[in-house]
């Protein structure tokens, strides 16, 4: 229960305290004459681990500016014109802030006038002025003011009543930046079924969760390999889809914000499409036609292009320098209306991609289906990454040390790496070509060699060389968010083209399962730093080997066992690095969650 206390004098007919009850607060009333020690005697008998809200009896305004004001778990202070409020960890900074905004009269040295400006709208300038972070949502059309009189009362509440604040919220559940086929196709009723589901306390994580077993069954239905089950496996992955833009609607109606849902939601959505891609291709496999090369290279490269996008996001979080060119040149193309929908859709986000999986499904075979999923995901890969080369070439700009510990963070390099990094050898080469060098050591000496040859293994040891020494250096250079997209396609590559030549039965699918646990971890890692709880503990990160040591392992297995020994290895290790990554994962994020961690909420992939 969180709590409201109402200062100043009454208004008589104001509805605010049954707007707030209605918010889940209890309310209490401060005497109209409360001193600050009075206030702050209030503040302090209330129970510490809830929230708090100080609101001034005059306000006038929507519920939904209350709800956005006071009620949004991912910020510790957030106010709005005449109410403020602070989260239990906040609780000290807005006792002080009350101090501090007393105002000193005789006789009573900590008084406050009731008079303008409210107590609340004060304890929000105090909150600012010590440097503590107050959020002020963007309201819009919505109404929240502090009347002073009869006259200004009025014309207030017709405000209010001039704009349907349901409407308002309805709108603002929908993400701001969609892809095209969300925006048209699926919001328009998606989040109607948001407002339903929390009209019967449905919580986003158990929408999300439906989502992924939507999605489950509808890959069950593409490994029949009927007709029927390729034309059921499509509408249901459309269903899943639905699901998934639902439970992020239903978090913004409602405001359910949290660090594990956060996780639920960006973690599912690769768990969704990834094991309707391993449907596809145990569908096929039942017609007669072996597609895990595809569907492995489909997985791999969906997730190589994640990487792209988080390691640039990173590099550039908090870089300070000039806008480049090429930044601008974008920003006035996304100010013609046809070249946004454009642009968002030659990047194949969820949306379009899943459509387009759907629709080939239900229409023609997995073979197709995967290759147009190839080629589509291959050009808008090329598309994004050069755009971002462009942009990083052209701007001058200075990384931060977060930055380059974010990008040192996705590397994930393991013992052997980090032992080389540690020589810090005065190399002239940059990061970027060193990774790319050891990339093209171990791919090349894979796709060139024959099945078992030893220069499998030596392309891997200068991998493991290399890699280390491109991060024996801090990751600040222009494009040094390159390294993490480079050592993913080597790993992933490797395992991939090594599994195809083994040419036995059960490799590429046991490849699968290797890349798909490997993968896990990289995401895992990714919104542990997005979510500001830092990387991956180091020795989690040692047990499963680093992304070089795992690349030698698998070349090391290829080049002494047999073919079907190989496979028994990818199995092994695959089991292995999914044991040990879920259940630390899993561990973390639920005693995140217990221990209140700060609620967030990535807005992630445009769907």
Same mark, same amino acid.
């Given at each position: ?11 008589p ?12 607060f ?8 409360a ?9 302090r ?17 929507h519920?939904h500016?209350l709800?956005l ?9 957030a106010?709005?014109?005449g ?25 009573a ?9 409210s ?12 440097g ?54 699926v ?8 407002r ?5 306390s ?7 969760t439906?989502?992924?077993l939507?999605?489950l ?17 499509g ?6 889809f639905?699901?998934d833009?639902?439970?992020?609607q ?7 914000y ?12 690769r ?12 569908g ?10 595809l ?29 480049s ?10 100010s ?16 379009? /991609?899943? $459509? &387009?999986? *759907?629709?080939?499904? #239900? =229409? ?5 289906? @995967?290759?147009?999923? !190839?080629v %589509?995901?291959?050009l808008?890969a090329?598309?994004t990454t ?14 931060t040390?977060?930055?380059a ?20 050898? /005065?190399? $002239? &080469?940059? *990061?970027?070509?060193? #990774? =790319? ?5 171990? @791919?090349?000496?894979? !796709?060139? %060699?024959?099945?078992g ?9 200068a991998?493991?060389?290399?890699s ?6 801090p ?10 997209p ?14 195809a030549?083994?040419?036995?039965n059960?490799?590429?699918p ?8 490997v993968a ?5 890692t ?22 070089e ?7 090391l ?5 047999h ?29 995140a969650h217990?221990r ?12």
């Amino acid at each position: 229960m969180s709590t409201a206390i109402l200062t100043g004098l009454p208004v008589p007919g104001s509805p605010l305290e049954g707007d707030l009850r209605s918010l889940g607060f209890d309310v209490r009333t401060a005497p109209a004459t409360a001193s600050a020690d009075e206030l702050e005697t209030l503040l302090r008998d209330l129970p510490a681990g809830e929230r708090v809200a100080v609101v001034d009896h005059r306000f006038v305004g929507h519920v939904h500016a209350l709800r956005l004001g006071l009620t949004d778990p991912r910020f510790p202070v957030a106010a709005v014109p005449g109410a403020v409020t602070a989260q239990a960890g906040a609780r000290g900074e807005l006792t002080r802030a009350l101090r501090a905004s007393a105002t000193p009269a005789a006789g009573a040295p900590h008084a406050l006038d009731a008079a303008e400006p409210s107590v609340p709208d004060r304890l929000a300038a105090a909150l600012e002025s010590t440097g503590t972070a107050v959020h002020r949502p963007e309201l819009g059309t919505l109404v929240a003011t502090v009347a002073d009189d009869p006259q200004a009362r009025n014309a207030a509440r017709q405000a209010v009543a001039a704009v349907d604040d349901e409407a308002v919220r309805l709108r603002g559940a929908v993400k701001a930046r969609d892809g095209f086929f969300t925006t048209y196709c699926v919001s328009p009723y998606s989040r109607h079924l948001a407002r339903w589901s929390a009209r019967r306390s449905l919580t986003p994580n158990q929408v999300t969760t439906a989502s992924l077993l939507t999605a489950l069954i509808a890959a069950g239905c593409a490994a029949t390999g009927t007709r029927g089950g390729f034309v059921a496996a499509g509408l249901l992955l459309l269903l899943s889809f639905v699901l998934d833009c639902t439970d992020g609607q239903l978090a913004r109606y409602s405001l359910q914000y949290s660090t594990l849902g956060a996780w639920l939601d960006a973690t599912f959505d690769r768990a969704k499409e990834y094991a309707y891609y391993a449907g596809l291709a145990l569908g096929a496999a039942r017609g007669g036609d072996d597609v895990w090369a595809l569907a492995l290279g489909a997985m791999v490269l969906q997730t190589c292009r994640h990487v792209v996008d988080f390691s640039f996001n990173e590099a550039n979080h908090d870089a300070t320098g000039n806008t480049s060119p090429t930044a601008a040149l974008s920003d006035r193309l996304d100010s013609v209306g046809w070249t946004v929908w454009l642009r968002r859709m030659i990047v194949l986000p969820i949306g379009e /991609r899943w $459509a &387009l999986i *759907a629709v080939l499904t #239900a =229409l023609t075979t997995p073979r197709v289906t @995967l290759v147009v999923l !190839l080629v %589509g995901c291959a050009l808008a890969a090329c598309y994004t990454t050069a755009g971002r080369v462009l942009r990083s070439l052209t701007r001058r700009a200075t990384r931060t040390d977060r930055a380059a510990r974010a990008l040192d963070d996705l590397a994930d390099n393991g013992p052997l790496g980090s032992a080389f990094a540690a020589l810090r050898p /005065r190399i $002239a &080469l940059p *990061a970027p070509a060193l #990774a =790319l060098a050891g990339g093209a050591a171990v @791919l090349g000496a894979a !796709l060139l %060699g024959s099945w078992g040859s030893p220069w499998v293994v030596v392309g891997a040891v200068a991998y493991v060389v290399l890699s280390g020494l491109a991060l024996a250096r801090p990751l600040k250079g222009a494009l040094d968010w390159l390294v993490p997209p480079f050592f993913r396609v080597a790993e992933y590559g490797t395992v991939l083209v090594l599994a195809a030549k083994a040419d036995v039965n059960g490799c590429l699918p046991a490849a699968f399962g290797l890349v798909a646990a490997v993968a896990y971890h990289h995401y895992d890692t990714v919104y542990r730093i997005k979510g500001g709880t830092g990387a991956p503990p180091r020795w989690l990160v040692r047990t499963i080997g680093g992304q070089e040591g795992r690349t030698l392992a698998v070349a090391l297995a290829a080049a002494v066992l047999h073919d079907t020994d190989f496979t028994v290895a990818l199995t092994a290790l695959a089991v292995a690095v999914a044991l040990v990554v879920l259940v630390e994962s899993i561990r973390f994020w639920v005693t995140a969650h217990q221990r209140g961690a700060p609620a967030v909420h990535d807005e992630g992939e445009p769907a």
